[in-house]
């Protein structure tokens, strides 16, 4: 899908089903190799991030079938250890692919990753954190080359709670014997998950969601059947939709504990929220009141939802102030969200947005996937006709993003470019 027209001023109403969590799945994944039996990941969105880390594992050996929803990845056999550029670029999450081969061949070769552009990203925490369990390096700034000799168990103080490179130690470490000990981990709900996913296939990781983690070397790990928790970005994606558009939905496959973070933000109005097992109701109470928002790790407010934050931000009553703490480069949406009529002052890393009564129809063009998202529900607010290019990065992490907004009685289309 290349471009997406969309006619504003519905509200949105009506139910739809929440993906599992595309940052939880992904390191999955990875960590199917280090199993040789067959791991099955229940509910798996379809979306290209995943579609990417599939190409990675078949070009190790690895096969994959998806079966109705569920992805079922067959180990068994790893032969490569070579993730080549024209992977390894499409595909940030390639990265943590390294602590999966090296736990399970011994070494490890790939280009740097790639990904959104929405900042430089550098991996040094991953490769620091990786000598320090042994792992011998050579580094040119493009290609990397890791040799897993010698891994001996260490302790470890990540200077950023990075999300990857904590996923990456764990991957490394699960067989090391002896306990590896991580100071700083990042604490996000996937981080969580995906340890528990790890524990299920036979891990020894005490410490999810804490400021130390302890991994405990075991001999080996076992297949699984597993279904990860729900995505809480896209979850906040629609609730922000719903609350710009004054909205009514419910979304199922949803857990309130993972994104209290968006629910305190936007129901600083006069919304109806409530929830019923995996089931939330959301009703828009119709005024939207200026926020005051710095993303950060975990359980600060998540640079994932900070883009469709700006939109929220830009129809509410009164002046907004979103800083980003987390990538450098990520308002490249404020330049499309101007031409739709938005008041936006950016200074470094804070934006400041007075809010206006109407954003007014363009053609605004996606640069990365959650500044499309966000491209998109502008549009759905907005008065007329909103054409958004480069819907390709939106489907990097939203499977059925244009069937789930007709669901909810969105007008939009599918266009090609």
Do not use: W
């Not at 604490?187 to 410490?207: H, Q, R, Y």
């Not at 005024?287 to 790790?297: A, S």
């Amino acid at each position: 899908m290349g471009l997406l027209e969309i006619r504003g001023g519905r509200k949105l109403s009506g139910s739809i089903k929440i993906q599992s969590a595309k940052n939880a799945v992904l390191p999955m994944m990875a960590g199917a190799i280090l199993t040789k039996e067959q791991v099955v990941i229940k509910n798996c969105p379809k979306i290209s991030d995943v579609f990417s880390m599939i190409d990675i594992l078949h070009t190790l050996g690895v096969k994959t079938v998806f079966q109705g929803e569920d992805l079922i990845i067959d180990p068994s056999v790893v032969n490569s250890n070579l993730i080549t550029a024209s992977l390894s670029k499409k595909l940030r999450s390639s990265v943590f692919i390294l602590g999966a081969l090296l736990s399970r061949t011994g070494s490890a070769q790939m280009s740097y990753p790639g990904g959104c552009a929405i900042g430089e990203r550098p991996i040094d925490i991953h490769i620091a954190a990786l000598k320090s369990l042994g792992v011998e390096i050579d580094d040119d700034k493009t290609f990397l080359s890791c040799r897993a000799t010698r891994l001996k168990p260490s302790t470890i103080r990540l200077k950023y709670p990075s999300v990857g490179a904590t996923e990456n130690v764990i991957l490394a470490s699960v067989f090391i014997k002896g306990k590896t000990v991580i100071y700083n981990p990042a604490k996000e709900p996937e981080i969580v998950d995906f340890i528990n996913f790890l524990n299920a296939m036979g891990a020894n990781i005490s410490g999810a969601g804490k400021s130390v983690l302890v991994v405990e070397g075991v001999k080996k790990l076992h297949g699984i059947e597993y279904t990860p928790i729900e995505d809480r970005i896209e979850t906040g994606t629609f609730l922000i939709a719903a609350a710009v558009t004054g909205g009514e939905i419910q979304l199922f496959n949803c857990k309130t504990e993972n994104f209290l973070f968006i629910i305190n933000k936007i129901c600083n109005n006069t919304c109806k929220f409530t929830q019923k097992n995996d089931i939330i109701y959301y009703k828009s109470g119709g005024v939207i009141n200026p926020v005051k928002i710095t993303t950060g790790p975990h359980p600060e407010f998540p640079t994932d939802l900070q883009a469709q934050m700006t939109v929220f931000a830009s129809v509410a009553k009164g002046r907004s102030v979103i800083k980003e703490t987390v990538f450098e480069d990520r308002f490249h949406h404020l330049t499309e969200l101007r031409k739709m009529g938005a008041d936006v002052t950016l200074k470094g890393n804070t934006a400041f947005i007075n809010g206006v009564e109407t954003l007014y129809g363009a053609f605004v063009k996606a640069n990365d996937l959650r500044g499309g998202a966000a491209l998109v529900i502008a549009g759905l607010v907005a008065k007329g006709l909103t054409v958004v290019d480069g819907m390709s990065h939106v489907e990097r992490g939203y499977q059925d993003f244009e069937y789930k907004l007709s669901a909810l009685s969105a007008d939009v289309k599918n266009k090609k470019d």
